[in-house]
């Protein structure tokens, strides 16, 4: 499954600088990512929506005990909880159909790989976040992963000395979903 992928710099509301890999989520490549996500590579993520004044940073330690999709909606089944996230085409049912503008709302519309650099610089320039955030119709944000960083350990203390095997998943999304190159390091988008 081929992806067209946008990069661009943006500079955030809080005056980041984030690095954007941007790509069309069509339901068949997201449910594939999140799948591989969720049952290979769970104990890497931190995940949640992450919206002004609300971060929701969830982790597993285990697999999911399910992962189904119905009716547009993913549903992973995590054992005591479980949460939904819309990407694909969404209608409801004969006794509650759900009306189109309703529907174009709540499904995944944007998705991106972002790399995050703090103003001021944390750490000397290095990134304080990879991940891969979900947008619906509306460019609300739906979810967050977090993924490993080679420059915090997991409490979100910097590291005296950056673990780049910590890039492995972020590369791994890059050259088997996205098939962009494996990033190196983190300083090559400064110049």
């Keep these: ?9 943006e500079t955030g ?33 931190t995940f949640g929506p992450c919206i002004q004044g609300a971060v929701f940073e969830c982790r597993v330690k285990s697999p999911p005990r399910k992962i189904s999709y119905l009716d547009g ?3 992973v089944d995590l054992g005591d909880w479980h949460f ?13 159909p759900c ?12 998705a991106m790989l972002l790399r995050i650099y703090q103003n001021p610089p944390v750490a000397g320039h290095a990134p304080v976040s990879y991940s891969l955030a979900l947008l619906n119709g509306r460019d609300e944000q739906m979810v967050t992963f977090y993924l490993p960083n080679p420059f915090f ?8 000395t950056p673990e780049w095997g910590k890039l492995a998943l972020w590369n791994h999304i890059r050259t088997d979903y996205l098939g962009l190159e494996a990033d190196p390091g983190p300083f090559e988008d400064l110049a």
């Design 84 to 96: 939904h996230l819309c990407i694909g085409e969404h209608r409801g049912d004969a006794q509650n």
């Design 1 to 9: 499954m081929k992806v067209d992928v946008l990069h661009r710099q």
């Design 99 to 110: 009306p189109p503008e309703l529907a174009q709302w709540r499904r995944c519309a944007r």
């Design 153 to 160: 350990d997991e409490y979100y203390r910097v590291l005296e």
């Design 13 to 45: 509301v809080d005056g980041s600088r984030q690095c954007v890999w941007e790509f069309h989520p069509e339901r068949e490549f997201l449910e594939t990512l999140l799948r591989d996500l969720f049952e290979n590579h769970y104990g890497s993520l």
């Design 73 to 75: 909606y993913l549903t």
